[in-house]
């Protein structure tokens, strides 16, 4: 009898822990939800303590702020585009520039890039989810601010110097679509 009982707990606690990690973690034993959640709060936070007012694409929950509205087209999936940028940390710290004068000034600088608008082929996976999906929100021309969710940057594996779950800020132009 103290068998069956032993085996009972048993299967029930199997069962609890097994149904928590069905309902949260995912292939990689994330869980992407409360990630999410976390990542919102961050940037919701930001957003207050800044006094910054940003729109937001319930698509994705990328937020974005329009600095300077264009004047041209908005891009397309398959389109190639040519984008300046500054990538942030919320802390201000510049991780990255496409602007050499923003890259010195940060510490950031390397003397075997080329600083230059950097281009990409829009909706094709060669940038971070969070471009394909903002950029695309812009028009040709349009400074904005993105503010990215961790899994629309580089997600729970980081990358370089980025630590993983990292919101990022993006400090982009629309400097031409080409086609």
Excluded: H
Aim: net charge negative.
């Amino acid at each position: 009898m103290k068998k069956l009982i032993t085996l009972v707990v048993i299967g029930v606690l199997a069962t609890l822990i097994t149904s928590c990690n069905e309902d949260c973690e995912n292939e990689r034993g994330e869980c992407p939800d409360e990630q999410l959640a976390e990542d919102i709060s961050i940037i919701e936070n930001y957003l207050d303590e800044n006094n910054l007012t940003a729109q937001r694409d319930n698509n994705y929950d990328l937020f974005y702020i329009i600095e300077e509205e264009g004047t041209g087209a908005r891009p397309e999936n398959g389109q190639l585009v040519a984008v300046n940028y500054t990538g942030k940390f919320l802390n201000g710290e510049v991780f990255d520039s496409s602007i050499e004068s923003v890259a010195k000034e940060a510490g950031v600088y390397s003397e075997t890039r080329e600083y230059k608008p950097f281009e990409f082929t829009l909706g094709n996976r060669q940038v971070i989810l969070g471009w394909d999906v903002g950029i695309k929100l812009l028009k040709e021309g349009t400074k904005a601010t993105l503010i990215l969710p961790s899994y629309l940057g580089y997600g729970y594996r980081g990358n370089n110097s980025i630590p993983p779950n990292t919101v990022l800020l993006f400090e982009v132009e629309l400097v031409n679509i080409i086609q």
